[in-house]
């Protein structure tokens, strides 16, 4: 009989994707999967490296599974991912008590590298980067009727705070068969949404084809009975052409939603942050997208504390948010990373870049509280999700909000889970939306 695996898997939903190939790929293999550690003889832990709060997250799970595996409730402890890919030497070193460790170009083996462990032999493993691997199937972890699909491994921007492509190498893109494959295998589960990422989807296809083709990706991917939603995410500005934004105002299927971090506005800061763009440029896309496409929700990420941001320069982004009123904003103080071109810029006290992002959430609370009222009479599609016992209503999500990083809406009215229906926004409240079901929505 096969061993009882617990897969966790931390940080961003590229990370999420490769833990769901690998529980495919194990549960392929007969391998009984639970979501209880101590209920486990191995624990399979994929982590994530990316800032100093991700990282202390993945040690401190590892530490968890190596008291577990001390008292004998698992035999067999697994990490993967981008905490092992970063710090491999350190984490081998540190952690004897780690029985597999491998990097991020490794998923595929899972299996193998269990029968090897069981068998009583230790496995370190990292192969160099290579292509865009794609595994089908996958064992879906979100909610209902919605998945990730990455469509790109890696990043060429190197912007200086980021460390991804020391980790994940350079941008490369999944041929277009292949996604179409697995999108088609995500409609056949019942997936009617799907959420497109990478490091950099607007820069899709460069690199293999020469040229960008992204829009004729969503246009085939659209064409997919089934699918009725297409939402893009982290789309940089400097890399969004008309053909992009052609494809989300006129393609119904395509929610008319864009997740495009800028991180800033001030031109010196950006500059500094190795963004190929500038205000003037991020302001004439975002006046052109809203031009463009009627009803578009713009989310976006900034970091405050950046090295060399000072009060000017923070008072810039703050009007910034002010006068273009963006509809979702995800604010992070920066955290410096050994290795990147910023660690070198010296640093801006971690108090005070929280304090401003305390400042900015407090600033774009006002601002999407506002937004939220002025939809109230307004019919929306939301794809339903869920039943809230304690207050009697179910919830979900409008085309307007994203998964983990938005809010839901709560409804009355007859709902089935993983439907997507029209609702009749009545309210708002602590951010959240208020509303009645309508009717059937049609994306055609």
Excluded at 54 to 64: M, Q, R, V
Excluded at 346 to 354: S, T
Aim: aromatic residues 8%; negative net charge.
């Amino acid at each position: 009989m096969k061993e009882t695996l617990c897969v966790i898997s931390l940080g961003c939903a590229k990370n999420l994707v490769n833990s769901e190939h690998m529980l495919a790929l194990l549960e392929q293999q007969g391998y009984k999967i639970t979501e209880n550690p101590e209920e486990a003889d191995a624990i399979i832990i994929n982590t994530c490296g990316f800032i100093n709060s991700a990282k202390e997250e993945s040690i401190d799970s590892i530490l968890d599974a190596v008291q577990l595996k001390k008292k004998g409730k698992i035999k067999k402890l697994v990490v993967c991912g981008c905490l092992s890919e970063r710090y491999r030497e350190e984490v081998i070193k540190e952690i004897p008590e780690i029985d597999a460790i491998f990097g991020v170009n490794d998923y595929g083996n899972i299996c193998g590298f269990i029968d090897q462990i069981f068998s009583e032999k230790n496995i370190a493993c990292f192969s160099n980067f290579n292509k865009s691997e794609c595994y089908v199937p996958r064992e879906i972890t979100t909610g209902p009727c919605w998945a990730y699909l990455k469509i790109a491994e890696g990043c060429n921007n190197f912007c200086s705070f980021c460390s991804i492509p020391y980790i994940q190498g350079r941008y490369r893109s999944k041929p277009i068969e292949d996604i179409l494959s697995e999108a088609h295998y995500l409609a056949s589960l019942g997936n009617k949404e799907l959420i497109l990422i990478a490091q950099d989807t607007s820069q899709y296809g460069v690199d293999l084809y020469g040229k960008p083709r992204l829009s004729e990706l969503l246009q085939r991917l659209s064409e997919i009975d089934g699918i009725q939603w297409i939402r893009l995410h982290y789309l940089y500005p400097e890399s969004i052409d008309d053909s992009i934004i052609y494809q989300i105002a006129n393609n119904n299927k395509i929610v008319k939603y864009v997740d495009m971090p800028i991180q800033h506005i001030n031109d010196k800061i950006l500059k500094l942050m190795n963004r190929h763009t500038s205000a003037s440029k991020i302001k004439a896309l975002l006046l052109k997208l809203r031009e463009c496409v009627s009803g578009i929700v713009i989310r976006t990420s900034l970091i405050t504390g950046f090295p060399g941001e000072g009060e000017a320069e923070f008072e810039e982004l703050c009007d910034f948010l002010k006068e273009y009123r963006l509809e979702r904003v995800g604010v992070f103080p920066y955290s410096p990373e050994e290795g990147t071109a910023s660690y070198r810029l010296g640093h801006v006290p971690f108090a005070v870049a929280e304090r401003r992002a305390t400042l900015i959430t407090e600033l774009q609370a006002v601002i999407s509280d506002n937004f939220n009222k002025s939809l109230i009479g307004r019919s929306i599609p939301i794809l339903c999700e869920g039943f809230d016992s304690q207050l009697g209503m179910h919830f979900g999500r409008s085309y307007m909000d994203s998964p983990d990083v938005d809010n839901h809406v709560y409804f009355t009215g007859i709902a089935t889970d993983g439907e997507i229906a029209n609702m009749l926004i009545t309210g708002s409240e602590d951010g959240n939306l208020l509303g009645e079901i309508e009717h059937e929505y049609n994306s055609k």
